[in-house]
Structure formats: C-alpha cells, structure tokens
C-alpha cells in the first residue's frame, strides 16, 4: 500500500494526488503539516528531514519532493503513457517541473499568501501588485510554450503537466488581475475536462 503524509491543502502533497488519480492507484493519506502539525516530530523527522510535506511511502521506500515522487510514480506505473519512455520528450516536458519548483513556486508564493493566508487588513498592496506582475510574467512564459503544443511534452498529457497545472488552477482562481494568455487557457481547460484534476485540485484555496 502506498501511504502518503501531508495535509490537502498543500500543492505539493496535489500533485501526488492528481497523479494517484491519474493512475488509478489506491494510497492511504494521513493529515501532517499546517494546522494538523506533526511534522517536527521526530518519527517523522527521520522520514522527512526536512520537515515538509508530502513524504511517501511506497512498498518500504521512502521519499520526499514532490515533484521526484511524480516521477517516480509515473515511471514505475506508466511508461509510455504519464511518462513519456523517448527521452527527447520526456526532457522537453520536465524541464517544465523543475521551472516550477524553481521559478514559477517562488514568484506564486507571495501572492498566494498575501491573498489566500493573509487577512484583507493586513495585506500589502503594493508589495501584492508587484508580486502579482511578477507571477504574469511566468504564465506568460507558459503561454509562449503552449502555443505550438497540446500539452507541455507534446500531444499527449503527462505528468509534466502536474507541477504547473495546480500553479494554474490558482492563477485561475485568485482574485487578481489576469492578463489574457489565450494557450495557456485552452491547456488549462483541457486540464479541467480529466476527472482527477476537478476532484484533487479544483476544490479551493486554502
Ligand atoms: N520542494 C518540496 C517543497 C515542500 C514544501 O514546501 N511543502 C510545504 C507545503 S506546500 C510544507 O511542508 N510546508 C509546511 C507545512 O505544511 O507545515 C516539494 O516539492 O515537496
């Protein structure tokens, strides 16, 4: 049985989700991190050294980043399929993974906070409008991508669409100003048609 640890909430503990959904596989969750805790104590320390969530466990193996537990799942239960087997695709289509880890979740995460952890009297405005200007640039990128492909290894959806896909659904649904990114809104509603998507990731913001 695969267990996954950390709390629905989480856009990183999402992405294991949507793609448990994807590939009809059954898990068991337990809430960690956030308002439930746990993940300072030290049994879940030694799986986690980190400290955040998700932390799964699979068959005896243990692993934490979102984004490599995705590979992992997608490789071990989808070759061909979620995850794409010629390696020319595949690369195309991650390099979009590790983007979102390291651009697009450091230019989501101010705004995000600011306006879904953050009460209206104590937001920065100015500070948000600069932080929302910085993420459209992101979706921007995105959109420029997606304008000669279905999804973002090619024709077919994969896990590369997982990461940024939950990035969208936020874009898509904070109360901001959105410039029009008309490829990145076709992917986006192609996303929202897979069942998977709608149950795990298309439930609000919190
Ligand atoms: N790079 C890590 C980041 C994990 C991360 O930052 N998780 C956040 C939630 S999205 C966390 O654990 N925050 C503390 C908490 O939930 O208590 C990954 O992709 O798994």
């Keep these: 049985m695969l267990n996954i640890l950390g709390r629905k909430t989480s856009s990183n503990v ?19 991190g956030g308002e439930f805790g746990g993940n300072d104590r030290p049994d879940y320390r030694a799986l986690n050294p980190n400290g955040l969530v998700p932390t799964v466990i699979d068959d005896g193996l243990v692993l934490w980043e979102s984004n490599t537990i995705i590979r992992y799942l997608a490789a071990r239960h989808a070759a061909g399929t979620l995850w794409p087997t010629d390696p020319r695709v595949r690369a195309v289509g991650e390099k979009w993974m590790d983007w979102q ?13 600011t306006l879904v952890r953050t009460p209206p ?24 991508a997606l304008a000669d ?12 669409d997982i990461p940024v896909g939950i990035a969208t659904y936020r874009w898509y649904t904070m109360e901001i100003t959105r410039e ?13 048609e897979r069942a998977p998507f709608r149950a795990e990731i298309m439930v609000g913001l919190a």
């Excluded at 999402?14 to 959904?21: E, H, I």
């Excluded at 880890?101 to 906070?113: G, K, T, Y």
């Excluded at 200007?133 to 420029?144: E, G, H, I």
């Design 14 to 32: 999402q992405k294991v989700l949507w793609c448990c959904g994807e590939l009809g596989l059954a898990y068991e969750r337990e809430d960690i």
């Design 101 to 113: 880890i390291s651009v697009m979740s450091p230019a989501m995460q101010p705004v995000f906070r």
């Design 121 to 144: 009297e104590k937001r920065d405005m100015a500070a948000l409008a600069a932080a929302r200007a910085s993420l459209s640039k992101t979706f921007a990128m995105l959109d420029r």
């Design 149 to 160: 492909r279905a999804f973002l290894a090619g024709e077919r959806f994969t896990v590369c």
């Design 180 to 192: 029009d990114y008309p490829h990145l809104r076709r992917w986006y509603d192609r996303l929202a």
